[in-house]
């Protein structure tokens, strides 16, 4: 699965830690995602949304 | 030392039953002497060890059960797989060999040591295939 959220996240000027807190993950968790080594549950993909006021799909993508 | 509270608890609980484990394994080794009947002060003795590996156990249940960040659980189950899977596939392997073949036993007690280093070994996998190996000690 492919995902924006490097991109969103430098849109907005945030960090890896930055993001991290606001989801209540681990910076390590936001890296793993941002480089694809791993694919968040529905419930974290619904979380990631609401912190960039996004729907899932507009971030989420099929490789 | 990390600071996430759950991780701490479970590296202070997991320390305290490691240092269990070598005191009652020394303990057993000094008390216990060499081809002793199998009497009940040498079964409770040698239960001791065991029971602090049923601690081990339960002390990473209780952390997968309380931890909120998905990414690091999936980490942890994936190290305890690959510590499980190692110990299991060498002592289940050279038990075979050990049936046909005249080679030097293996003694039961090495599956704990060897499960611990399966973890170490598992570490290391999430590292070079996640990027990192899991919850950090320090």
Not at chain 1, 27 to 53: H, M, T
Not at chain 2, 8 to 20: E, K, Q, V
Not at chain 2, 49 to 76: C, H, K, S
Request: proline fraction near 4%; hydrophobic fraction near 50%.
């Amino acid at each position: 699965m492919k995902n924006r959220l490097k991109v969103l996240r430098a849109e907005r000027d945030w960090s890896q830690a930055d993001l991290a807190e606001r989801l209540g993950v681990s910076r390590q968790s936001v890296n793993a995602i941002e480089k694809g080594r791993y694919d968040p549950s529905l419930p974290l993909a619904f979380s990631i949304a609401e912190v960039f006021d996004l729907a899932i799909e507009e971030i989420f993508s099929r490789d | 030392m990390t600071k996430n509270p759950l991780m701490r608890r479970f590296i202070w609980t997991h320390l305290i039953l490691s240092l269990g484990y070598v005191a009652s394994v020394a303990l057993a080794s000094w008390f216990i002497p060499d081809d002793a009947e199998p009497s009940l002060t040498v079964i409770i003795f040698a239960a001791f060890p065991g029971v602090m590996v049923v601690g081990w156990i339960w002390n990473m249940g209780r952390l997968y059960l309380t931890m909120e960040d998905e990414f690091l659980r999936m980490l942890e189950v994936r190290k305890a797989m690959w510590a499980t899977a190692i110990a299991l596939g060498i002592c289940g392997g050279w038990g075979l060999i050990e049936l046909f073949a005249s080679v030097p036993r293996l003694p039961v007690f090495f599956v704990v040591p060897i499960w611990c280093l399966g973890l170490i070994a598992g570490h290391l996998i999430n590292r070079f295939t996640h990027g990192t190996g899991g919850g950090s000690l320090w």
